[in-house]
């Protein structure tokens, strides 16, 4: 997720690559780059740059989470005290595990009842607030953000609470062209946007799908 994110984003925008090693950032970096560089040619105007881990997280204006679900609470505690007023938090997190061949939505926080049960992106906005959290992309697949030459033709579900950050983050998503920001509600109603990854991932395996996605389609009345 987040390196298809990248590569797409770095035709306008200053790209940064986090890592606990910088030699790994700068690694990832330099072939991401490349692959934009190859692909918008003349047209790009950003750049991917690798730094460390606190770097990414005190120079970025929207920080994009894109951890496995089981990293994230730890590595957002280690990087909090570097983040500050006037930044967005994107958590891209789904929180799933897979058992016997089949994946279900599992809460961050162990012993909560699926009903009761807060969104990662909530989890995520406990630790890094004031800075304000939106939840985005959980529906897209990775495998289709990677694919430079994909046509994203899919709708991408935002959830939150600030409607300033919303705003930018939708104008983020229409960057990349054929994805339509949707406004689903308030940062809670993530819960129900993470759960539908594992649905998808489901549909695939048990109806022979390559990496499914959604799109919402109105009712188009016909005239009998």
């Known amino acids: 997720m987040g390196s298809g994110l990248a590569i797409r984003w770095a035709n306008e925008h200053e790209i940064l690559i986090g890592s ?6 700068k690694r ?10 190859g692909f918008y040619q003349a047209e790009m105007e950003g ?11 005190r120079e970025a204006e929207v920080i994009v989470v894109t951890l496995p679900p089981e990293a994230t609470i730890s590595a957002l505690k280690g ?10 938090v994107v958590s891209t997190v789904v929180p799933m595990k897979r058992r016997k061949g089949l994946f279900y939505f599992t809460p961050l926080t162990e012993g909560e009842a699926i009903q009761e049960a807060r969104s990662a992106a909530e989890t995520v906005q406990d630790i890094v607030k004031p800075v304000p959290v939106v939840s985005a992309f959980q529906t897209v697949p990775a495998a289709y953000l990677k694919n430079i030459d994909a046509v994203l033709n ?7 609470n600030d409607d300033l950050a919303i ?26 946007i993470e759960s ?3 649905l998808l991932l489901n549909a ?3 109806n022979g799908l390559h990496d499914p996605s959604i799109r919402i389609v109105p009712w188009m009345p016909t005239e009998l």
């Open 204 to 206: 695939a395996i048990l």
């Open 28 to 37: 990832i970096a330099k072939r991401l780059g490349n692959l934009a560089r």
């Open 154 to 160: 899919l709708d991408v579900l935002i959830a939150g």
């Open 167 to 192: 705003a930018l983050i939708s104008k983020l998503v229409r960057a990349i062209p054929n994805l339509r920001p949707l406004r689903v509600g308030p940062l809670e109603n993530s819960k129900w």
């Open 79 to 88: 990087l909090v005290e570097h983040m500050h007023a006037g930044q967005i």
């Open 20 to 25: 606990r090693s910088i030699e790994k950032a």
């Open 47 to 57: 750049e991917i740059k690798g730094v460390v881990n606190a770097d990414a997280a």
């Open 196 to 198: 539908i990854t594992p």
